[in-house]
């Protein structure tokens, strides 16, 4: 399994709800390595160009107006498998969809209001695309966690 970095945001719905402690803890018991980490405010170019895949879909307005509706907090995540496993740990888009124990299935119950963006897993390259719209290469950082020896056999 290969180390890799995934690009992953808690929406204003999440901010305002106060999970951010909550979903970096999750991702940090689970044993991924937060390399970056940024608490943000998404301008509306920004915006347009971070949902570019969805610009033709009926909810375009309705997604670009919520997601700078309020601050994120923007991170890059780090680990063996990590945009696949975090999608896991997200749950569906569609919260009524998603799984309990995902965080989707745990803090929210409407499409549009789904707490959290993590890179696409079936989109390659979507999680270097992401981390390069949002983060400037020396704000992410270099290092080990004291426990990968542990993490990883
Ligand atoms: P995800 O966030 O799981 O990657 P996506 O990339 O398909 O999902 O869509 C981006 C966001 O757009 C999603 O988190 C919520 C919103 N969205 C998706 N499909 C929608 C729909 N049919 N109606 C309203 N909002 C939608
Ligand atoms: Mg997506």
Request: glycine content about 8%; charged content about 30%; hydrophobic content about 40%.
């Amino acid at each position: 399994m290969a180390r890799e970095r995934t690009f992953v945001m808690v929406k204003p719905d999440g901010v305002q709800r106060g999970l951010i402690g909550e979903i970096v803890s999750r991702l940090e018991d689970r044993g991924f390595t937060m390399v970056a980490g940024k608490f943000m405010q998404i301008d509306d170019e920004l915006a347009r160009e971070h949902y570019a895949e969805h610009v033709d879909k009926p909810f375009f307005d309705d997604l670009t107006s919520f997601i700078t509706a309020g601050p994120v907090f923007a991170m890059v995540w780090e680990g063996d498998d990590v945009t696949r496993q975090v999608r896991q740990m997200m749950g569906a888009t569609d919260p009524a969809e998603a799984a309990p124990g995902t965080i989707r299935g745990d803090f929210a119950v409407d499409l549009g209001r789904n707490v959290i963006h993590g890179s696409d897993n079936e989109d390659p390259g979507a999680n270097e695309r992401e981390i390069e719209l949002f983060f400037d290469s020396s704000e992410l950082i270099e290092y080990e966690r004291i426990d990968d020896s542990w993490l990883y056999e």
